[in-house]
């Protein structure tokens, strides 16, 4: 099933919200995220560079990472009020104006 992203970080809410201990602070988030990012570098290495993965160690995969990455996202954006379809949608702008020329574009005539 196919969620918007408003869908997304209402999902979000509804769970974090049952616990009394709500959102992390900002800067517990953000080392959060710098530890998934972190496992996403080791899978990314273990999949695509020279460092196969240990015998004894776990399954993991970039689809999860990215999925781990994602939900601090939103647990990031809710706790401080960002829409994150919005802030996506600012970032295109700032793209598709300020780096219009930056890179070769595929001819489609």
């Known amino acids: 099933m196919e969620k918007s992203m408003a869908e997304m970080q209402q999902e979000v809410d509804r769970y974090i919200s049952q616990f009394k201990e709500g959102y992390f602070s900002p800067l517990s988030m953000m080392a959060r995220m710098s530890e998934e990012v972190g496992e996403l570098a080791r899978e990314v290495n273990h999949q695509f560079g020279e460092k196969p993965k240990k015998a004894d160690e776990a399954d993991n995969s970039i689809e999860m990472e990215l999925g ?13 009020g960002i829409d994150l379809a919005e ?9 598709s104006t300020r780096d219009a020329d930056r890179w070769t574009k595929i001819n489609t005539d």
């Open 68 to 80: 781990d990455i994602l939900f601090i996202t939103i647990c990031f954006a809710n706790s401080l």
């Open 87 to 95: 802030a996506h949608n600012k970032v295109m702008h700032k793209f």
